[in-house]
């Protein structure tokens, strides 16, 4: 069974940097894809950045430029860059990897804010 946890949750200024871990464990060597999530209240959960395989990511309009999806297979961990941080960018944020079955971790909070 795979178990993602999420961390780095913060407050931060806007125009600020924040680096999201997510450690996992299980059977994620089946893992094909991994991505982070977010759900701002009263909006539906979004993706903000996907990884298929080793190298091909994805990114929405909203945080291309600004996001990065990073992978370390030898951890394992999976790490979610964000830069320029904006208001609207608050949210709780989610790690999200499919192995045979859907995977979420339990969120990490994320505010940006003067």
């Known amino acids: 069974q795979v178990r993602l946890v999420e961390s780095g949750g913060d407050l931060v200024q806007p125009g600020g940097s924040l680096k999201l871990s997510c450690a996992a464990s299980g059977g994620i060597i089946m893992a094909s894809s991994w991505g982070w999530f977010r759900q701002a209240p009263g909006k539906s959960r979004e993706m903000v950045a996907s990884?298929?395989?080793?190298?091909?990511?994805s990114y929405p309009d909203s945080v291309k430029g600004r996001f990065t999806i990073i992978r370390d297979n030898a951890k394992p961990m999976v790490y979610l860059q964000m830069d320029d941080l904006k208001p609207d960018d608050t949210a709780v944020y989610y790690c999200y990897c499919y192995a045979n079955g859907h995977f979420w971790g339990q969120g990490t909070q994320v505010t940006v804010s003067s």
């Open positions: 990884l298929q395989g080793q190298f091909d990511t």
